[in-house]
């Protein structure tokens, strides 16, 4: 380990850890407040102008990898300014679901690019520690934040999301169909 004992080398470690936490933690911050999203955790959610809620989750990785998931969810029933989490809502799904991430090129420390990677695996850790901070937050920001805060924009309601959902019926299970029948609205089957 070089100058560093393993008590160093892990302390520096989770020094790390937590900066780049920090990092990924107040970019999305940043974004979501200002389109109207309050703060719980590492949720954003709020009342949209179709009067539904709607959260976006910052799930990091239960094996403490320093990973994370972006869950996404929508719920017509949840009164305004109350927080639900995004596994009680009507319609949950994981942002990677939704096709509104791009995919990246990533230029390698041995100047090859590994080419069409998906944008979320900026939320990887090992990824994320290989761009230098500056560079890593506006490139998650560009890739992964403001595509996901644009589609929770156009996406107000459960009803906007009757395209996605009938491209792909899967992520509709029985609540969420009955819901979308209530109002007029009918998906393809699986």
Known sequence: MG?????????????ARVERTNL???AFAGAFKSRGFRKRGRNWFRT??????????LQKSPW???DYYL??????????????SENFC?????AEQTDVIPPIDFVRPDGLVARDLPGTILLDAEMGGRIPGDAFVEQLTEVVITPVADFMDR?????????LLSAKPQFAFVRVREELSR???????R
């Open 48 to 57: 949209t102008s179709a009067d539904e809620y709607q959260v976006v989750n």
């Open 155 to 163: 996406t107000p309601s459960l009803v906007d999301l009757v395209p």
């Open 64 to 66: 403490g990898s320093g």
């Open 3 to 15: 100058a560093y004992s393993s008590v160093e080398y892990g302390s520096c470690w989770r020094i």
């Open 71 to 84: 869950n996404l969810a929508w719920d017509p029933v949840v009164a305004s300014g109350e927080f639900r």
């Open 24 to 26: 990924v933690e107040s």
């Open 90 to 94: 009507l319609l949950s799904l994981r």
């Open 183 to 189: 109002r007029g609205y009918e998906l393809p089957e």
